[in-house]
């Protein structure tokens, strides 16, 4: 990534991460990922959107879905290979982070399960 | 109802997006439309879900749209910044030319600005006036005011709140080291309040210092202090010894400019020998001094003028001797912001234009060179364009292109314009006293980024402009190599066009320049300047006055003690040398010629009078037309005689000789008689037609002002040596100014010469530009045909025709291009009259000759490309497609 991944641009990254999205449908599920925490507009998602196109985490996908649940006026996204990888070390950084916060007593020591 | 509400929130929600940029928008405008339409529609019930998803989806767009700008702005930068590199020949030229054109307009209009446009540097300047007394129907234009009529104007006028008296006058400034001249300025109490300036060390002068004989006092100018005085703080109460008297410092005046004339020091009325003389004071006849005035507020120069008329009308009747009815006496005021400028105005803005014109044709290369690389990439934008990369993200790119460009080249131009500063400072000193206010500052950095901003507006929208109209016909035709870009093809050409005019007009101008300047050059000066040293001598005159004997023998042990010196082949004491700096205008007095009376109503005769030794003629060079020269005899034991110039001879005597006739210069009391005729010499410049010229004999009126002196060296070699030779005679001497008369008549043509060079690298500079151009147009469209060539050759075309082919696409905008600019230069050579020296604006010669120039150039400029067509390998050139 040649730019900074910015925490909305991540949650942008997860809302993919099971699969395509037209552009309300991230929306939504950045909405219920975060419980309703970070609630994107359409004007920021679409600067992330195109950021991430250009970066290559993210691209358009061809196939649709069946007619009956289609709107022409959608797009779909889906991660790339390259996206994934980003968002993984994205999240592996962050649970190193956690990791260090919990030793440091920042936070409750997981009990073992 | 529902529908209709929907569409009016999707209108705004569209409206929103257009703060984005043009390809944002192109490529997720409708998208994002649609995820807000579904955004609306899941909305949870009631008013505050809706108000929140507006605030949120308000904000979002004012928080992204700018941050998109701003990135794409760095990627036109970027973009931009790689063509120029990639091109860096076409953006060498681009910048450079912008540059030159910037600077030079920058320069000068920094000039102007303070020269013509700012405030004098006066409080209230605008209330300023100075007088004129003029002699209408005698052709006088500005004749010195006497003590009598000063005094008339200051107690009858009802429009000045101020009327102060000045003149100029050398004297003799010995302190305890050294004498030296000084020009002072002999000013009435109140003068410099009139103008509002106030001494920066010590007081200004009072009522006391201008009564008669209050003690001495002097006011240094700034740059007297600062040249001789080192700038000592502690200069007030410093004592002078001047015409014989002790004169005190009171203070020192700040740096203004100083009109009439650049003094060193300023004196009180009271403190000049000349001036404070009783007869002085109630001669009404004694003219010599000039008159300012400030005008009361709200009065207009009209109503001072018609004041000031009536005034001197009542003065014609009450002294009729003083003013004869056929004089035509009156006083008329003018701006002083008019009077200080009059002389560096026509200059100034012929320059302007000139410099206006070269910005011009360097704006018209720039838009060239941009639809040339245009062209180039023609594919690219066709393509792009029709993928729907947005007309606007073209126009963007192409403006971002044009904008770097200017702003690279202000920066140029600003160093340009701050280096060349100097020289158009000196050259406008020359005109108006003005021109120490010229400085770089804060406008002229103002002025050239504003031109830069211009420039690239001009540029970007001419290509931007074209390359709209013809994407979509590109696209259309399939072939864009001949056909696509028609209407570029026209811009081009206009460009063309417009280029070859303006250079045609600048040529004209500087070659109208060029020519009145080597006319200047080739007039006979009437004397021969080479090997001619000229000094001027300054003796304390205090002590020779009314003593003839005392003054007869100092010049004689002069020119004794200069004629022994190694060198030197003949030397004269004359009152002052041709083209005198300090003499310009001359010593003028009326004439009365025997057997010719005056006629009632003509102008009486006015001769320029000067004083000479036997020698001058010899020295100088000035040939004997007949009778004789002065002698040694010719001295006060004898009648006076006098020397006439071939002018006066034709003038007063026509076919009759004048040998042995008599003239008078004081109305008939006395009459001297005329022994000898002398050629005409050019007495104040070059360009100034000989007029009426009488010679008195040196030895008969005892005046000394200069000694010339032919060597049989170059004159500046012995400068020493006489300046040593005098200061033996006399230690009380000055001797302010030694000069060849060649550098003198140099000196004279100076601002003639500046103006020819700086018009002339004008001009060049657009020859260049234009040319370039010319040659860059045809290139390109050798290679946009470049298959078509190929084929024309493949059937046999022979290389003449394909010559005459391109060289007659690109000479008849040439012609065009020639024939606009012959008829605009037409009417606006006309403005450049004032400045040319016996050489029409239209002269045919010059026309000609430029004609000729830029049509060679531009003929070369076209030849270039043209040859490189007949080089083309058809077979390669058909595979290129």
Same mark, same amino acid.
């Given at each position: 990534?040649?730019?900074?991944?910015?925490?909305?641009?991540?949650?942008?990254?997860?809302?993919?991460?099971?699969?395509?999205?037209?552009?309300?449908?991230?929306?939504?599920?950045?909405?219920?990922?975060?419980?309703?925490?970070?609630?994107?507009?359409?004007?920021?998602?679409?600067?992330?959107?195109?950021?991430?196109?250009?970066?290559?985490?993210?691209?358009?996908?061809?196939?649709?879905?069946?007619?009956?649940?289609?709107?022409?006026?959608?797009?779909?996204?889906?991660?790339?290979?390259?996206?994934?990888?980003?968002?993984?070390?994205?999240?592996?950084?962050?649970?190193?982070?956690?990791?260090?916060?919990?030793?440091?007593?920042?936070?409750?020591?997981?009990?073992?399960? | 109802?529902?529908?209709?509400?929907?569409?009016?929130?999707?209108?705004?929600?569209?409206?929103?997006?257009?703060?984005?940029?043009?390809?944002?928008?192109?490529?997720?405008?409708?998208?994002?439309?649609?995820?807000?339409?579904?955004?609306?529609?899941?909305?949870?019930?009631?008013?505050?879900?809706?108000?929140?998803?507006?605030?949120?989806?308000?904000?979002?767009?004012?928080?992204?749209?700018?941050?998109?700008?701003?990135?794409?702005?760095?990627?036109?930068?970027?973009?931009?910044?790689?063509?120029?590199?990639?091109?860096?020949s076409y953006?060498a030229v681009a910048?450079l030319t912008l540059?030159l054109g910037?600077?030079?307009?920058?320069?000068?209009?920094?000039?102007?600005?303070?020269?013509?446009?700012?405030?004098?540097?006066?409080?209230?300047?605008?209330?300023?006036?100075?007088?004129?007394?003029?002699?209408?129907?005698?052709?006088?234009?500005?004749?010195?005011?006497?003590?009598?009529?000063?005094?008339?104007?200051?107690?009858?006028?009802?429009?000045?709140?101020?009327?102060?008296?000045?003149?100029?006058?050398?004297?003799?400034?010995?302190?305890?080291?050294?004498?030296?001249? $000084?020009?002072?300025?002999? =000013? %009435?109490?109140?003068?410099?309040? &009139?103008? *509002?300036?106030? /001494?920066? +060390?010590?007081?200004?002068?009072?009522?006391?210092?201008?009564?008669?004989?209050?003690?001495?006092?002097?006011?240094?100018?700034?740059?007297?202090?600062?040249?001789?005085?080192?700038?000592?703080?502690?200069?007030?109460?410093?004592?002078?010894?001047?015409?014989?008297?002790?004169?005190?410092?009171?203070?020192?005046?700040?740096?203004?400019?100083?009109?009439?004339?650049?003094?060193?020091?300023?004196?009180?009325?009271?403190?000049?020998?000349?001036?404070?003389?009783?007869?002085?004071?109630?001669?009404?006849?004694?003219?010599?001094?000039?008159?300012?005035?400030?005008?009361?507020?709200?009065?207009?120069?009209?109503?001072?003028?018609?004041?000031?008329?009536?005034?001197?009308?009542?003065?014609?009747?009450?002294?009729?001797?003083?003013?004869?009815?056929?004089?035509? $006496?009156?006083?008329?005021? =003018? %701006?002083?912001?008019?009077?200080? &400028?009059? *002389?560096?105005? /026509?200059? +100034?803005?012929?320059?302007?234009?000139a410099?206006g014109c070269v910005l011009l044709i360097a704006c018209a290369n720039v838009a060239n060179l941009t639809l040339a690389r245009?062209a180039?990439?023609?594919?690219?934008?066709?393509?792009?364009?029709?993928?729907?990369?947005?007309?606007?993200?073209?126009?963007?790119?192409?403006?971002?292109?044009?904008?770097?460009?200017?702003?690279?080249?202000?920066?140029?131009?600003?160093?340009?314009?701050?280096?060349?500063?100097?020289?158009?400072?000196?050259?406008?000193?020359?005109?108006?006293?003005?021109?120490?206010?010229?400085?770089?500052?804060?406008?002229?950095?103002?002025?050239?980024?504003?031109?830069?901003?211009?420039?690239?507006?001009?540029a970007?929208?001419v290509?931007?402009?074209?390359?709209?109209?013809?994407?979509?016909?590109?696209?259309?035709?399939?072939?864009?190599? %001949?056909?696509?870009?028609?209407?570029r093809v026209h811009a081009r050409d206009i460009l063309v066009i417009c280029q070859v005019a303006f250079s045609f007009l600048l040529l004209v101008g500087a070659g109208l320049m060029l020519r009145?300047?080597?006319?200047?050059?080739?007039?006979?000066?009437?004397?021969?300047?080479?090997?001619?040293?000229?000094?001027?001598?300054?003796?304390?005159?205090?002590?020779?006055?009314?003593?003839?004997?005392?003054?007869?023998?100092?010049?004689?042990?002069?020119?004794?003690?200069?004629?022994?010196?190694?060198?030197?082949?003949?030397?004269?004491?004359?009152?002052?040398?041709?083209?005198?700096?300090?003499?310009?205008?001359?010593?003028?007095?009326?004439?009365?010629?025997?057997?010719?009376?005056?006629?009632?109503?003509?102008?009486?005769?006015?001769?320029?009078?000067?004083?000479?030794?036997?020698?001058?003629?010899?020295?100088?060079?000035?040939?004997?037309?007949?009778?004789?020269?002065?002698?040694?005899?010719?001295?006060?034991?004898?009648?006076?005689?006098?020397?006439?110039?071939?002018?006066?001879?034709?003038?007063?005597?026509?076919?009759?000789?004048?040998?042995?006739?008599?003239?008078?210069?004081?109305?008939?009391?006395?009459?001297?008689?005329?022994?000898?005729?002398?050629?005409?010499?050019?007495?104040?410049?070059?360009?100034?037609?000989?007029?009426?010229?009488?010679?008195?004999?040196?030895?008969?009126?005892?005046?000394?002002?200069?000694?010339?002196?032919?060597?049989?060296?170059?004159?500046?070699?012995?400068?020493?040596?006489?300046?040593?030779?005098?200061?033996?005679?006399?230690?009380?001497?000055?001797?302010?100014?030694?000069?060849?008369?060649?550098?003198?008549?140099?000196?004279?043509?100076?601002?003639?010469?500046?103006?020819?060079?700086?018009l002339g690298i004008f001009a060049a500079l657009a020859l260049a530009i234009a040319a370039f151009g010319i040659g860059g147009i045809l290139a390109l469209t050798v290679n946009q045909r470049?298959?078509?060539i190929?084929?024309?050759?493949?059937?046999?075309?022979?290389p003449g025709d394909l010559l005459a082919m391109i060289l007659r696409q690109g000479m008849t905008l040439v012609g065009i291009g020639l024939a606009i600019g012959l008829a605009s230069a037409m009417?606006l050579t006309?403005?450049?009259?004032?400045?040319?020296?016996?050489?029409?604006?239209t002269d045919p010669i010059t026309f000609a000759g430029v004609s000729v120039v830029l049509g060679a150039a531009a003929l070369l400029a076209c030849y270039i490309p043209a040859r490189r067509a007949l080089r083309?390998?058809?077979?390669?050139?058909?595979?290129?497609?």
């Amino acid at each position: 990534m040649e730019t900074a991944l910015t925490p909305a641009m991540f949650q942008v990254l997860l809302a993919l991460g099971d699969g395509e999205k037209h552009g309300y449908a991230i929306l939504k599920e950045v909405e219920e990922q975060t419980d309703g925490d970070v609630r994107l507009s359409t004007g920021t998602l679409y600067a992330i959107i195109k950021r991430l196109l250009i970066e290559g985490a993210i691209q358009e996908c061809r196939h649709r879905p069946p007619v009956e649940e289609d709107d022409q006026r959608r797009r779909y996204y889906r991660l790339t290979a390259g996206g994934r990888q980003v968002a993984i070390e994205e999240a592996e950084r962050m649970e190193r982070l956690i990791a260090t916060a919990r030793e440091k007593h920042f936070l409750k020591r997981l009990k073992p399960a | 109802m529902e529908t209709q509400k929907q569409t009016l929130s999707e209108r705004f929600y569209r409206g929103l997006l257009r703060l984005f940029p043009f390809d944002f928008r192109g490529d997720f405008g409708p998208e994002m439309e649609q995820a807000f339409r579904e955004q609306r529609a899941h909305v949870q019930a009631g008013k505050i879900g809706l108000f929140r998803l507006w605030w949120e989806t308000i904000a979002g767009i004012f928080t992204t749209a700018p941050a998109e700008h701003l990135s794409m702005l760095r990627q036109d930068v970027r973009y931009a910044l790689r063509m120029m590199r990639k091109n860096l020949s076409y953006t060498a030229v681009a910048v450079l030319t912008l540059a030159l054109g910037i600077g030079a307009n920058t320069a000068i209009v920094s000039v102007i600005n303070a020269v013509l446009l700012k405030p004098l540097p006066y409080q209230q300047g605008d209330q300023l006036v100075m007088l004129h007394q003029r002699a209408d129907k005698l052709g006088l234009a500005n004749i010195p005011y006497s003590v009598p009529e000063i005094q008339d104007y200051r107690q009858q006028n009802s429009t000045l709140s101020d009327l102060v008296e000045y003149h100029s006058m050398q004297f003799m400034l010995l302190s305890k080291d050294d004498a030296s001249r $000084v020009r002072a300025g002999v =000013v %009435s109490d109140g003068f410099f309040g &009139t103008f *509002g300036v106030k /001494p920066i +060390l010590g007081r200004d002068f009072t009522p006391a210092d201008d009564r008669q004989g209050a003690p001495a006092v002097l006011l240094l100018s700034y740059e007297y202090w600062k040249k001789h005085e080192r700038g000592d703080p502690g200069i007030v109460g410093k004592t002078f010894q001047m015409n014989d008297r002790e004169h005190t410092v009171i203070g020192v005046l700040p740096p203004v400019p100083q009109y009439p004339n650049e003094n060193d020091v300023y004196m009180p009325t009271s403190a000049c020998p000349f001036r404070s003389n009783p007869k002085t004071i109630a001669n009404r006849n004694n003219r010599m001094m000039s008159l300012f005035g400030r005008m009361k507020p709200g009065v207009s120069v009209e109503h001072c003028k018609s004041d000031l008329a009536l005034i001197s009308s009542r003065m014609v009747q009450q002294h009729p001797d003083a003013y004869p009815k056929e004089a035509g $006496v009156n006083t008329a005021p =003018v %701006s002083l912001r008019q009077e200080l &400028t009059k *002389g560096a105005t /026509p200059m +100034l803005l012929v320059l302007l234009g000139a410099a206006g014109c070269v910005l011009l044709i360097a704006c018209a290369n720039v838009a060239n060179l941009t639809l040339a690389r245009m062209a180039g990439r023609e594919r690219e934008l066709v393509l792009r364009s029709a993928l729907g990369a947005g007309k606007g993200r073209l126009l963007r790119q192409l403006f971002t292109e044009s904008l770097i460009l200017g702003l690279v080249a202000a920066v140029l131009g600003v160093l340009f314009a701050s280096q060349t500063l100097k020289l158009l400072v000196d050259f406008t000193a020359r005109l108006t006293p003005r021109a120490r206010e010229i400085q770089v500052d804060g406008y002229m950095l103002l002025f050239a980024l504003a031109a830069a901003l211009l420039t690239s507006i001009v540029a970007g929208s001419v290509s931007a402009l074209y390359s709209r109209q013809d994407l979509a016909a590109g696209l259309k035709d399939g072939n864009m190599h %001949s056909t696509a870009g028609e209407h570029r093809v026209h811009a081009r050409d206009i460009l063309v066009i417009c280029q070859v005019a303006f250079s045609f007009l600048l040529l004209v101008g500087a070659g109208l320049m060029l020519r009145s300047f080597s006319k200047l050059r080739n007039v006979d000066p009437g004397f021969v300047p080479q090997r001619v040293l000229a000094m001027t001598v300054d003796l304390n005159w205090s002590k020779y006055m009314n003593k003839p004997e005392l003054a007869r023998r100092i010049a004689n042990q002069l020119l004794d003690k200069i004629q022994s010196q190694p060198g030197v082949l003949a030397a004269a004491i004359s009152s002052s040398y041709p083209m005198d700096p300090d003499n310009l205008g001359g010593w003028n007095r009326t004439m009365l010629v025997e057997g010719h009376p005056q006629r009632e109503g003509q102008k009486p005769p006015l001769s320029s009078m000067r004083s000479v030794s036997p020698d001058y003629f010899k020295a100088l060079g000035i040939p004997l037309i007949a009778g004789r020269v002065f002698t040694e005899s010719d001295d006060d034991k004898v009648p006076e005689v006098v020397l006439i110039n071939r002018t006066a001879a034709r003038h007063y005597w026509r076919d009759e000789d004048p040998i042995g006739r008599r003239v008078s210069f004081d109305q008939g009391k006395h009459w001297v008689k005329v022994v000898g005729v002398v050629g005409d010499v050019k007495e104040f410049g070059l360009d100034q037609p000989p007029g009426d010229e009488t010679y008195l004999a040196q030895a008969q009126t005892r005046a000394i002002g200069s000694i010339v002196v032919r060597t049989s060296q170059d004159g500046l070699n012995i400068a020493n040596q006489m300046r040593r030779a005098i200061l033996e005679v006399d230690p009380q001497t000055a001797i302010p100014n030694v000069e060849t008369l060649e550098h003198a008549r140099n000196a004279s043509m100076a601002s003639p010469r500046v103006m020819t060079d700086l018009l002339g690298i004008f001009a060049a500079l657009a020859l260049a530009i234009a040319a370039f151009g010319i040659g860059g147009i045809l290139a390109l469209t050798v290679n946009q045909r470049l298959n078509e060539i190929g084929i024309r050759i493949a059937l046999g075309a022979k290389p003449g025709d394909l010559l005459a082919m391109i060289l007659r696409q690109g000479m008849t905008l040439v012609g065009i291009g020639l024939a606009i600019g012959l008829a605009s230069a037409m009417g606006l050579t006309r403005l450049m009259k004032t400045l040319l020296f016996e050489v029409q604006p239209t002269d045919p010669i010059t026309f000609a000759g430029v004609s000729v120039v830029l049509g060679a150039a531009a003929l070369l400029a076209c030849y270039i490309p043209a040859r490189r067509a007949l080089r083309i390998d058809p077979l390669r050139a058909l595979r290129s497609e």
